[in-house]
């Protein structure tokens, strides 16, 4: 007979209430609270509840960030690649497996599912799980939903306020809801921004002095 767990590993009917499930989801409220509640300037502090609410060491941790609020169900079932921001207000709910690429950045607000429930009212009280995974570089706007089972290619951008659906492929743009590619990032979208906006070395040797100088507050 399988276990509970591994009934939600392999996308079969579960129910949460056993095998310890209940008390894994209570520690790992308790450790959001933390985080949702913790000094901003104590990035330490903060570097230390990311690696305790993952399950990683504070060395991964340290390679990524994330903004509070924060929600997430387990928080061990979310695996999160080096470079990548979480902005405030996300929701995470990993009962399943979340696996987010290197350097993706994520704007607020943005929901993802890895459990649904039948849609038969019988057997709602049923849920299964289906992995989600988001390629490396990929950048997912404000607002994004994004359901059980899908899978987002490496470079893609998605639209703000998309709901998505369905798998999308790498190196596009996709909007909507349901979500749909819109177009193939091109070479317009990599040598601009902002519509049309070049990006001009001269200006981006300025931007990068700016950041290296000391900062001085005028209050």
């Not at 001009?200 to 900062?215: C, I, M, T, V, Y």
Request: net charge negative.
């Amino acid at each position: 007979m399988r276990t509970m767990r591994e009934r939600i590993n392999e996308g079969l009917l579960f129910t949460d209430n056993c095998e310890g499930l209940p008390e894994e989801r209570t520690a790992a409220k308790r450790l959001m609270y933390l985080f949702n509640n913790s000094d901003p300037a104590d990035i330490k502090g903060r570097t230390t509840l990311i690696s305790q609410m993952f399950g990683i060491s504070a060395q991964q941790a340290a390679t990524f960030w994330v903004e509070p609020p924060f929600c997430f169900a387990y928080g061990t079932h979310i695996k999160v690649g080096s470079g990548t921001y979480i902005n405030a207000s996300c929701n995470f709910i990993d009962d399943g497996t979340l696996t987010i690429g290197d350097h993706v950045m994520f704007g607020p607000n943005v929901n993802i599912a890895t459990v649904s429930h039948p849609i038969n009212p019988a057997m709602r009280g049923y849920m299964y799980a289906s992995p989600v995974t988001i390629g490396n570089d990929c950048w997912i706007g404000a607002g994004v939903t994004i359901c059980p089972g899908v899978t987002i290619g490496a470079g893609t951008t998605i639209g703000a306020g998309s709901v998505v659906t369905k798998d999308i492929p790498a190196n596009v743009v996709a909007v909507g809801n349901p979500c749909r590619v819109l177009r193939e990032i091109g070479p317009d979208d990599l040598n601009n921004y902002n519509h049309g906006h070049p990006f001009d070395p001269s200006d981006l040797d300025e931007e990068r002095q700016l950041r290296d100088q000391p900062f001085q507050s005028e209050r």
